[in-house]
């Protein structure tokens, strides 16, 4: 055992409350309450249960939790604080609904707060001892280590892929309430600049010179309040009459919302928050990951706490960071801009050069640039505008004169990634002028950025912004440690690797707006550009450059991360705390099955070779039709990509399937666009919760895209999700191919001598089927969001039964997973599903109305006869109607149109009577107008063999 702890409620919590403490637990105890509620909206964290945490011979700390915990919410927090107290790693999955958020925010909160405690605990003692100075010494040196001003205790960096997670986050700290919490939120200016001159401009970059240039002229207010606000020691922050008592905490809103209000800068505000005033801190991921966003945002990693939420996309992400594209005409827009700056530079200086006497003394100099009334200094000499005019001239020469392969499978050339370096230099870019170079880019792109603001003249620094971010990245510290740099070089000669191709027409357009203007005169207009990638196939180097800064511990949740031993050695960091949690939910919950062939009898493989098949298009929507009948409230589909969902929409338009599917429920399709999703998102939401008869609606999505990342539909909102194929990476894509090709000689080398644990990594293949299952376990994660919640997962892609595939599914799906060869009992089982998990998980919206009720439908038959004796059935309690089909005995494959849900198998169906005389919370009556309402659309394929009770070509429910 790592420890021990306890679930102690308080015997008298600040109010006297005891005796209601008790009588809840007993209501709770024998069912009477739903048990992941907060106890009480008044309770403070003194009132809170207590989670324990041992190190196996003492107390490390107490840890306050608003809700009664699960034993996994225990276990999870136990690893948590374990980790932190340590200073070591942890690699924690639970599935999404179990409550990661409350956990990690409590677990470390209290843990600092511990922490907090023991400094002061300690230098109280200190103090009180007469060797003062001395163990002051010795121990402040032990307590502050790899620390920075005054801070004494290490902080809490959350961080999440987007803001919109970190909301979410943040909305749940609110309901947690700390009092002593301090929190804010890190955004770009993008988000948090009210300057309304600045907030207007589109480029970002642009937008953070003239923000920089207004503070140094003392030009915008906001940041003049700010400071005076800094300097009085005030707060920006003003609490809702609801939020009283929670501490200080503010997302990106309420950080726009009080700079506004009170004419204050909130982008300063939560830098200044952030580096001296807040105990935690959320961001997003590249903030934490990437060296310049960290300097610009000024993050202090030392001694902090990292925690990086929703982490089973960080390996890519950490690769991502280290990795660009650079196309020739990029480069050849920096020699164009430089060029212009050039003109105009010796436009001032001929003009200097003709003054005179003592009339020089007090010309501009001849630097200076004169544009009408206006003297503009720049903080730079015409002399490195010409060099860099030169090695931008020098590059785009190189970029051109690649010899890039057109022909085959391959439509580019592959190079070792220091490559990229010889060319830099070969241009004129040598090792020791790189720190000089990227000041004097940074100083042009901040001058011409105000120079364009002011309509001086129509030069928008776009390439050399791009030039100076690159060379940022290739050289991070800016060319000062030159033995970096050279580790660097050879570093990448193994993990990075470069490859050049054509740039695509279609491209061109939205790769630069100068592009129709921007190739060099001295070149052929009859050569196609060129685009250099530089891409890193390795998460540990950014990792490790995290780790590098001192971190006290690095924590890494989510609830996809499996196998966690093959993610361990990706990421070539030691996690000594790992843990992988089941379900908070139980089997008879939800409903999991792979569907390998549809309604029309067609095999559902969502496969590139077969994705275009007319039969297997046709079935798919035939199923999704049918599933649209079949599930209540809300339904989500997600699609292996944009372009997948997008050919399948068009060809059901083309025909009737679409008109079957929204006939039922109307589709909501996910934008490409972020801003759109919010609008479509509350469309859905509405729907579900309007739609007459639980119809609900339908929500088209994709894996890997925004739905699929840390949204939540619970309970109605999503009774079911259709995964309709695997979505494997672009197989002929060359990133991909250099990927595996990475990971196969990584794993090779390491097998050849035997070392280490070379049987736990990733080759390229497996590496290959993990993103697609990995994509598939978050978008499946979408629903079952809490311990009373149900839904349906169908797996529609006979590739789901491979074993390769089924090994890599959650663990707590695994073992409860079907498998259908035919699609024909498949609507009888799930209605059986769904009617038994509502009588036993009924749902109340916020008024207490049920949701769930008259769910329970009937089977229905291929004519209005068999409806009606159905109906008569019914009402009568007949024990069970068992219809033959001798007309079907010798007949082939015969399709349908039949009355939803459908329950027929070959030959025969038949109806338990529970089924019809029995609706739960619902009339006879109210199942009757539900069978009227059924049309005749209801494809199935028949094939006369089996009866439904002899298990038929599906799995017993």
Same mark, same amino acid.
């Given at each position: 055992?790592?420890?021990?702890?306890?679930?102690?409620?308080?015997?008298?919590?600040?109010?006297?409350?005891?005796?209601?403490?008790?009588?809840?637990?007993?209501?709770?105890?024998?069912?009477?309450?739903?048990?992941?509620?907060?106890?009480?909206?008044?309770?403070?964290?003194?009132?809170?249960?207590?989670?324990?945490?041992?190190?196996?011979?003492?107390?490390?700390?107490?840890?306050?939790?608003?809700?009664?915990?699960?034993?996994?919410?225990?276990?999870?927090?136990?690893?948590?604080?374990?980790?932190?107290?340590?200073? *070591?790693?942890?690699?924690?999955?639970?599935?999404?609904?179990?409550?990661?958020?409350?956990?990690?925010?409590?677990?470390? @909160?209290?843990?600092?707060?511990?922490?907090?405690?023991?400094?002061?605990?300690?230098?109280?003692?200190?103090?009180?001892?007469?060797?003062?100075?001395?163990?002051?010494?010795?121990?402040?040196?032990?307590?502050?280590?790899?620390?920075?001003?005054?801070?004494?205790?290490?902080?809490?960096?959350?961080?999440?892929?987007?803001?919109?997670?970190?909301?979410?986050?943040?909305?749940?700290?609110?309901?947690?309430?700390?009092?002593?919490?301090?929190?804010?939120?890190?955004?770009?200016?993008?988000?948090?600049?009210?300057?309304?001159?600045?907030?207007?401009?589109?480029?970002?970059?642009?937008?953070?010179?003239?923000?920089?240039?207004?503070?140094?002229?003392?030009?915008?207010?906001?940041?003049?309040?700010?400071?005076?606000?800094?300097?009085?020691?005030?707060?920006?922050?003003?609490?809702?009459?609801?939020?009283? *008592?929670?501490?200080?905490?503010?997302?990106?809103?309420?950080?726009?919302?009080?700079?506004?209000?009170?004419?204050?800068?909130?982008?300063?505000?939560?830098?200044?928050?952030?580096?001296?005033?807040?105990?935690?801190?959320?961001?997003?991921?590249?903030?934490?990951?990437?060296?310049?966003?960290?300097?610009?945002?000024?993050?202090?990693?030392?001694?902090?706490?990292?925690?990086?939420?929703?982490?089973?996309?960080?390996?890519? @992400?950490?690769?991502?960071?280290?990795?660009?594209?650079?196309?020739?005409?990029?480069?050849?827009?920096?020699?164009?801009?430089?060029?212009?700056?050039?003109?105009?530079?010796?436009?001032?200086?001929?003009?200097?050069?003709?003054?005179?006497?003592?009339?020089?003394?007090?010309?501009?100099?001849?630097?200076?640039?004169?544009?009408?009334?206006?003297?503009?200094?720049?903080?730079?000499?015409?002399?490195?505008?010409?060099?860099?005019?030169?090695?931008?001239?020098?590059?785009?020469?190189?970029?051109?004169?690649?010899?890039?392969?057109?022909?085959?499978?391959?439509?580019?050339?592959?190079?070792?990634?220091?490559?990229?370096?010889?060319?830099?230099?070969?241009?004129?870019?040598?090792?020791?002028?790189?720190?000089?170079?990227?000041?004097?880019?940074?100083?042009?792109?901040?001058?011409?950025?105000?120079?364009?603001?002011?309509?001086?003249?129509?030069?928008?620094?776009?390439?050399?912004?791009?030039?100076?971010?690159?060379?940022?990245?290739?050289?991070?510290?800016?060319?000062?440690?030159?033995?970096?740099?050279?580790?660097?070089?050879?570093?990448?000669?193994?993990?990075?690797?470069?490859?050049?191709?054509?740039?695509?027409?279609?491209?061109?357009?939205?790769?630069?707006?100068?592009?129709?203007?921007?190739?060099?005169?001295?070149?052929?207009?009859?050569?196609?550009?060129?685009?250099?990638?530089?891409?890193?196939?390795?998460?540990?180097?950014?990792?490790?450059?995290?780790?590098?800064?001192?971190?006290?511990?690095?924590?890494?949740?989510?609830?996809?991360?499996?196998?966690?031993?093959?993610?361990?050695?990706?990421?070539?960091?030691?996690?000594?705390?790992?843990?992988?949690?089941?379900?908070?939910?139980?089997?008879? %919950?939800?409903?999991?099955?792979?569907?390998?062939?549809?309604?029309?009898?067609?095999?559902?493989?969502?496969?590139?070779?077969?994705?275009?098949?007319?039969?297997?298009?046709?079935?798919?929507?035939?199923?999704?039709?049918?599933?649209?009948?079949?599930?209540?409230?809300?339904?989500?589909?997600?699609?292996?990509?944009?372009?997948?969902?997008?050919?399948?929409?068009?060809?059901?338009?083309?025909?009737?399937?679409?008109?079957?599917?929204? %006939?039922?429920?109307?589709?909501?399709?996910?934008?490409?666009?972020?801003?759109?999703?919010?609008?479509?998102?509350?469309?859905?939401?509405?729907?579900?919760?309007?739609?007459?008869?639980?119809?609900?609606?339908?929500?088209?999505?994709?894996?890997?895209?925004?739905?699929?990342?840390?949204?939540?539909?619970?309970?109605?909102?999503?009774?079911?999700?259709?995964?309709? *194929?695997?979505?494997?990476?672009?197989?002929?894509?060359?990133?991909?191919? @250099?990927?595996?090709?990475?990971?196969? *000689?990584?794993?090779?080398?390491?097998?050849?001598?035997?070392?280490?644990?070379?049987?736990?990594?990733?080759?390229?293949?497996?590496?290959?089927?993990?993103?697609?299952?990995?994509?598939?376990?978050?978008?499946?994660?979408?629903?079952?969001?809490?311990?009373?919640?149900?839904?349906?997962?169908?797996?529609?892609?006979?590739?789901?039964?491979?074993?390769?595939?089924?090994?890599?599914?959650?663990?707590?799906?695994?073992?409860?997973?079907?498998?259908?060869?035919?699609? %024909?009992?498949?609507?009888?089982?799930?209605?059986?599903?769904?009617?038994?998990?509502?009588?036993?998980?009924?749902?109340?919206?916020?008024?207490?109305?049920?949701?769930?009720?008259?769910?329970?439908?009937?089977?229905?038959?291929?004519?209005?006869?068999?409806?009606?004796?159905?109906?008569?059935?019914?009402?009568?309690?007949?024990?069970?109607?068992?219809?033959?089909?001798?007309?079907?005995?010798?007949?082939?494959?015969?399709?349908?149109?039949?009355?939803?849900?459908?329950?027929?198998?070959?030959?025969?169906?038949?109806?338990?009577?529970?089924?019809?005389?029995?609706?739960?919370?619902?009339? %006879?009556?109210?199942?009757?107008?539900?069978?009227?309402?059924?049309?005749?659309?209801?494809?199935?394929?028949?094939?006369?063999?089996?009866?439904?009770?002899?298990?038929?070509?599906?799995?017993?429910?």
């Amino acid at each position: 055992m790592f420890g021990s702890w306890g679930n102690i409620l308080s015997s008298s919590d600040a109010n006297g409350q005891s005796g209601d403490r008790a009588s809840l637990k007993r209501k709770r105890d024998n069912n009477e309450v739903a048990t992941f509620k907060p106890v009480n909206d008044a309770l403070t964290p003194n009132s809170y249960y207590q989670i324990k945490v041992c190190d196996g011979t003492s107390l490390i700390t107490s840890v306050s939790f608003p809700y009664e915990p699960y034993d996994i919410q225990k276990i999870f927090v136990e690893k948590l604080v374990l980790a932190l107290d340590s200073g *070591g790693n942890a690699l924690l999955e639970s599935p999404t609904g179990t409550g990661k958020t409350a956990c990690l925010i409590c677990g470390a @909160l209290s843990w600092q707060k511990q922490y907090r405690e023991n400094v002061k605990r300690s230098e109280t003692h200190l103090i009180a001892n007469s060797d003062l100075m001395k163990q002051k010494q010795l121990n402040g040196a032990a307590l502050t280590e790899n620390t920075k001003g005054s801070q004494n205790y290490p902080r809490i960096l959350y961080s999440s892929r987007t803001h919109s997670q970190l909301s979410q986050a943040i909305r749940e700290l609110k309901k947690i309430r700390y009092p002593e919490s301090k929190a804010v939120v890190i955004g770009s200016r993008d988000q948090l600049c009210i300057h309304p001159e600045v907030k207007q401009e589109n480029n970002a970059t642009i937008k953070t010179h003239l923000c920089r240039q207004k503070v140094k002229n003392r030009s915008c207010n906001f940041y003049n309040n700010f400071e005076k606000l800094k300097e009085s020691g005030r707060s920006l922050y003003s609490p809702s009459q609801s939020e009283e *008592g929670c501490g200080e905490v503010m997302d990106i809103e309420d950080l726009v919302q009080s700079g506004i209000k009170q004419s204050v800068c909130p982008y300063f505000y939560s830098r200044e928050m952030s580096s001296n005033k807040a105990n935690i801190v959320f961001m997003p991921y590249n903030y934490v990951i990437d060296a310049t966003s960290r300097k610009a945002h000024n993050i202090e990693l030392a001694n902090n706490v990292v925690i990086f939420d929703e982490g089973h996309n960080i390996d890519s @992400l950490c690769e991502e960071s280290a990795s660009f594209s650079l196309t020739s005409i990029e480069v050849a827009s920096a020699f164009k801009e430089t060029q212009k700056l050039l003109e105009k530079m010796a436009e001032s200086d001929k003009k200097f050069q003709g003054v005179e006497g003592e009339s020089k003394e007090n010309a501009l100099d001849a630097s200076d640039i004169v544009l009408g009334d206006e003297v503009l200094t720049p903080d730079f000499n015409i002399g490195e505008v010409a060099a860099l005019a030169s090695i931008f001239h020098s590059l785009e020469t190189t970029f051109l004169n690649v010899n890039v392969k057109t022909t085959g499978d391959e439509k580019g050339t592959v190079f070792r990634g220091s490559v990229i370096y010889s060319w830099l230099e070969d241009s004129g870019l040598k090792p020791d002028i790189t720190h000089g170079v990227i000041g004097t880019l940074d100083k042009i792109s901040s001058y011409l950025s105000t120079v364009q603001s002011s309509n001086a003249f129509n030069v928008r620094p776009y390439g050399i912004m791009k030039m100076c971010d690159v060379l940022k990245q290739l050289y991070p510290d800016q060319g000062q440690d030159l033995y970096a740099n050279y580790f660097m070089r050879n570093c990448s000669r193994t993990e990075f690797k470069m490859y050049v191709s054509l740039l695509e027409e279609k491209e061109r357009a939205t790769n630069d707006p100068w592009a129709k203007k921007n190739s060099s005169a001295a070149l052929s207009t009859d050569v196609k550009p060129r685009v250099v990638n530089y891409w890193c196939f390795s998460p540990a180097y950014a990792l490790k450059s995290v780790i590098q800064q001192h971190v006290r511990s690095v924590v890494i949740t989510s609830g996809t991360l499996s196998p966690l031993s093959s993610f361990e050695l990706e990421m070539r960091i030691t996690f000594p705390w790992q843990l992988q949690n089941p379900h908070i939910v139980g089997p008879s %919950q939800f409903f999991a099955a792979v569907v390998k062939s549809g309604p029309l009898g067609a095999n559902l493989s969502s496969a590139f070779t077969n994705r275009n098949n007319k039969a297997y298009l046709d079935d798919l929507g035939a199923l999704i039709a049918n599933m649209c009948k079949v599930v209540p409230h809300g339904m989500l589909v997600f699609f292996p990509s944009y372009s997948v969902m997008s050919n399948c929409i068009d060809k059901w338009k083309q025909g009737d399937a679409w008109d079957r599917i929204t %006939q039922h429920k109307p589709v909501h399709v996910e934008p490409r666009d972020k801003g759109a999703l919010v609008e479509v998102i509350a469309q859905f939401n509405l729907d579900v919760k309007t739609r007459d008869n639980n119809r609900g609606a339908a929500f088209f999505a994709v894996c890997r895209g925004k739905v699929s990342e840390g949204l939540d539909f619970a309970d109605i909102n999503g009774r079911a999700v259709i995964i309709t *194929g695997l979505p494997y990476p672009p197989q002929f894509d060359p990133r991909v191919k @250099l990927k595996m090709d990475y990971l196969d *000689g990584v794993k090779s080398k390491l097998e050849q001598p035997k070392k280490g644990n070379a049987s736990e990594l990733l080759d390229g293949r497996t590496w290959y089927q993990q993103q697609a299952i990995r994509a598939v376990n978050q978008a499946v994660g979408r629903v079952l969001r809490h311990k009373n919640d149900y839904g349906a997962i169908l797996l529609c892609d006979e590739r789901f039964s491979y074993p390769a595939n089924r090994a890599q599914l959650s663990n707590w799906i695994r073992p409860s997973l079907r498998e259908y060869k035919s699609y %024909q009992t498949l609507p009888k089982d799930l209605i059986s599903f769904y009617r038994i998990a509502q009588m036993k998980y009924p749902y109340k919206d916020q008024n207490g109305s049920s949701k769930d009720s008259d769910i329970s439908v009937v089977a229905a038959s291929t004519s209005n006869s068999m409806s009606s004796h159905l109906k008569r059935s019914a009402i009568s309690g007949q024990p069970k109607i068992r219809i033959a089909r001798p007309d079907l005995k010798k007949s082939n494959q015969v399709t349908h149109h039949v009355p939803k849900p459908n329950w027929m198998n070959n030959s025969y169906f038949s109806v338990d009577s529970d089924d019809c005389s029995k609706p739960q919370r619902g009339s %006879q009556e109210s199942v009757l107008t539900q069978l009227m309402s059924f049309d005749d659309d209801f494809h199935v394929s028949q094939s006369p063999t089996v009866d439904l009770h002899s298990g038929g070509g599906g799995a017993p429910p």
